[in-house]
């Protein structure tokens, strides 16, 4: 079994920056994408950003420019550098793992970009 464990996430004013980590553990070998997701109320899940095992990346419209993502492969963590953030970033986000064909989810993370 995958645990999936995220931080970071809080409360941040307009053009603001915050950094989301997930770090997996368990039954965790050698991930192939890492990545995350975000659910705004009454939205459908989102993809935000996902990184290859070897580094290769997709962003979101919405977000290029503005959101970095990146790995650390020996410690299987994820992270999402968000800048310049805007209101309609507010949203919960999921960090997942893609092992063996199998997306693992974590709880997610609130993030919330208000003045």
């Known amino acids: 079994q995958v645990q999936l464990v995220e931080s970071g996430g809080g409360l941040v004013q307009p053009g603001g920056s915050l950094k989301l980590s997930c770090v997996a553990s368990?039954?965790?070998?050698?991930?192939?994408?890492m990545g995350w997701y975000r659910q705004a109320p009454g939205k459908q899940r989102e993809l935000v950003a996902t990184?290859?095992?070897?580094?290769?990346?997709t962003y979101a419209e919405s977000v290029k420019g503005r959101f970095t993502i990146s790995r650390d492969n020996p410690t299987n963590t994820v992270f999402l550098q968000m800048n310049s953030l805007k209101p309609e970033d507010t949203a919960v986000y999921y960090c997942?793992?893609?092992?063996?064909?199998?997306?693992?989810w974590g709880q997610g993370t609130q993030v919330t970009v208000s003045s």
């Open positions: 997942y793992v893609l092992q063996f064909g199998v997306s693992n």
């Open positions: 368990g039954s965790i070998f050698r991930p192939s994408a």
């Open positions: 990184i290859g095992r070897g580094g290769s990346t």
